[in-house]
């Protein structure tokens, strides 16, 4: 089955730890992002590539840092310096970057402890 | 940058009623996009619909582009079609090509 897979689903970080959350997709999309949902929020863009070994800061960047090796793999880590890393992390997916449509993975919940 | 507003934020109905959710967006858009996030999060796509009419089953959407506004038809509700749903979308500017925005959401309620 084609798709997106995020993991770990649930992970819980303690202050001053860095965290890296996987992100891996098989449908040969070249485009891929990470988005932060707070609770009762919508999505907000921390980075996006639009292919291999390139990538750009979006929105909220500050304290993510991000790698894109592969092109099936776009790892976030989330550093000791994002102030508020609590949150629901998206990632997505398209043919190529903007203007084509986007697919999300099931999302990894951090919680800082 | 673009504004993405959807109304209303919240929405009640009983089972089998129809409803009508609105996007407006502040500036013209190469990428529009419906999602339905279920209650573990997941968002689910619905439409891709950058302008003009869709239909699958019940759900059905329209984009007026040249208006800035788009809306997401709900009939005949069922207790499942209960979450959020986000309007989200795209513009190309600088470098980019137009990632997407998201508005604040639609939460629905489905009572049975």
């Known amino acids: 089955d084609g798709g997106i897979t995020q993991s770990p689903k649930y992970l819980f970080r303690k202050e001053g730890q860095n965290v890296t959350l996987s992100c891996e997709q098989n449908l040969n999309h070249d485009a891929m992002y990470w988005y932060r949902q707070d609770p009762g929020q919508g999505l907000r863009l921390i980075y996006y590539?639009?292919?291999?070994?390139?990538?750009q800061k979006g929105d909220i960047a500050e304290g993510y840092s991000v790698s894109r090796e592969k092109k099936e793999s776009f790892p976030l880590t989330v550093t000791s310096a994002q102030k508020n890393p609590t949150a629901f992390y998206l990632c997505?997916?398209?043919?190529?970057?903007?203007?084509?449509?986007?697919?999300f993975g099931q999302g990894t919940r951090l919680t800082v402890v | 940058g673009i504004q993405v507003e959807q109304s209303p934020p919240d929405l009640i109905l009983q089972e089998g009623a129809n409803s009508t959710l609105r996007c407006n967006f502040s500036?013209?858009?190469?990428?529009l996009q419906w999602f339905h996030q279920n209650p573990w999060g997941q968002l689910i796509n619905l439409f891709y619909i950058p302008s003009g009419t869709k239909q699958n089953g019940r759900l059905s959407a329209t984009t007026v582009a040249t208006e800035r506004y788009s809306l997401l038809y709900i009939s005949s509700s069922q207790t499942t079609d209960s979450g959020v749903y986000f309007c989200?979308?795209?513009?190309?500017?600088?470098?980019?090509?137009?990632?997407?925005?998201f508005g604040k959401g639609t939460k629905l309620s489905v009572k049975p």
């Open positions: 590539s639009q292919i291999v070994n390139d990538f």
């Open positions: 989200a979308v795209g513009r190309r500017y600088g470098g980019s090509q137009g990632n997407l925005i």
């Open positions: 500036d013209s858009v190469n990428n």
């Open positions: 997505a997916s398209s043919i190529r970057e903007g203007g084509t449509e986007a697919f």
